[in-house]
């Protein structure tokens, strides 16, 4: 089983954990906060006294209506599951075929020990199955908990456009040059729209899990399951220990 934990399981998981950083960057690009602190201990003071960081990305004037156009063709391409889509659908199908092996091996053991039919006898089987099913727990966990923390990124990708768009109007209303003026409403009208489109986007085509969209609801639904598999096969190797009684 280890080579199926670590490419079903482990995989997808480190591979959504990626993911959070990926969409952190795209956040602190138009305007948001760096949410790794520990980026902060590699900051410089500048001679403007400004805060650099090395890792930091770039900060987008979203005054100018280049710079929108050009983070919306960004954001096309590698916000949630844009990226790599093929990758994420197979990833999915991973997920599936795991937890379907697990939770077939799960009730085997379940009926064996409800109906004293013995299929694993030896109490190395057990252990080793209640290991498995514990690691098994934690990486589907990490997982659907990080395409949740990506998929709730569009509502402060959301939050970040909305004030820029804010800003732009502002700086409109109060703008004597009537190129500047219209510089400013058209990246107003384009944020607008890239904002249309974020949500769109969110509706359509969110970060999944197992084909199913990526939620705390979702990790309730298995690990539910899972602990209630693990339950059994905890109760079973009391049992094999004569540790428990029915």
């Known amino acids: 089983f280890q080579w199926l934990i670590f490419m079903y399981a482990w995989g997808p998981a480190y591979f959504q954990y990626l993911s959070t950083k990926r969409e952190e960057y795209l956040y602190a690009m138009i305007g948001g906060e760096i949410l790794d602190s520990g980026k902060l201990a590699e900051a410089e003071i500048l001679d403007g006294g ?16 280049s710079n929108i156009i050009a983070f919306s063709a960004i954001y096309r391409v590698l916000h949630g599951n844009n990226f790599a889509r093929s990758m994420q659908k197979r990833f999915s199908m991973y997920l599936v075929v795991t937890f379907s092996i697990i939770v077939f091996g799960a009730i085997k053991s379940v009926f064996s020990e409800q109906y004293g039919i013995t ?30 923390t990506v998929n709730d990124f569009t509502k402060r990708h959301l939050s970040a456009i909305s004030q820029a768009r804010i800003t732009n109007l502002a700086f409109a209303s109060v703008e004597m040059d009537a190129e500047r003026k219209e510089i400013l409403l058209t990246a107003e009208a384009l944020l607008d729209g890239l904002s249309n489109e974020i949500s769109a986007e969110d509706e359509c085509n969110p970060v999944r899990v197992a084909f199913f969209r990526a939620n705390i609801a979702l990790l309730s639904s298995i690990s539910g399951i899972l602990s209630a598999f693990l339950i059994y096969d905890l109760r079973a190797l009391a049992k094999s220990l004569g540790l428990y009684d029915s």
Do not use: M, N, Y
Not at 50 to 65: N, V
Not at 121 to 136: A, Q, T, Y
């Open 50 to 65: 400004e805060l650099a960081k090395k890792d930091a990305p770039p900060r987008l004037d979203l005054t100018d209506p």
């Open 119 to 148: 299929v694993e006898g030896r109490i190395g089987d057990k252990i080793s199955s209640i290991v498995i099913l514990c690691i098994f727990v934690s990486f589907v966990s990490l997982q659907v908990v990080a395409a949740w």
